[in-house]
């Protein structure tokens, strides 16, 4: 019995203290999780309007894939990462339309993860960044694709306890995926 006390002790303590370092964290590398997370909102939003308006005619003059990922590396916002090392395209890509698709929405989905382990979830009230004056929302990045989807469900109500999301940006995750 002493055992079990004794470790919902250290269970508590960890999760009360462990949000401070997660802050401060945060505030340290403030920059680094901003060029990601506008990585990965530029990625996706490029994405979604060149597979959602490209046309037969674009194809046949060239305007595939292969051209498609030359624009999206040069018009990169950040400069590190870049978009091959983020993609892990460093040796080529893929030049097939859903492996690509795929492959970006389980990339950015799986560095969201990461980050909200490493600094909790980057809401928009922690940190606040726009892109073409639009407020970057990280819960977008979940409607792409079920990949992981109990995985960041839990992580999400973690996070609301903690204060991290509120309950309108979780409402809207619930909604995208149909929760």
Known sequence: MKKIALSVFLLISLL?????????????????????????????TAVLKHFTSITKKEIVEGEGLAYFYKKLVANSPVVWPSVAEYLGYTNGFSSNSNDFLNNLYKKNLDELIFI???????????????????CVLAVVFMA????????????????????NISQKEYDVFAYITND
């Not at 909200?116 to 606040?128: A, C, V």
């Not at 989807?149 to 204060?163: D, M, N, Q, W, Y």
């Open 16 to 44: 009360a203290f462990g949000q401070p370092a997660k802050d401060s964290l945060l505030v340290k590398d403030h920059a680094q999780v901003e060029a990601r997370l506008k990585l990965m909102h530029y990625l996706d």
């Open 116 to 134: 909200t382990k490493l600094y909790g979830y980057p809401s928009s009230e922690r940190i606040k960044i726009e892109v073409d004056r639009k």
């Open 144 to 163: 792409r694709t079920d990949y992981k989807f109990k995985e960041v469900k839990k992580l999400l109500k973690s996070e609301i306890r903690i204060g």
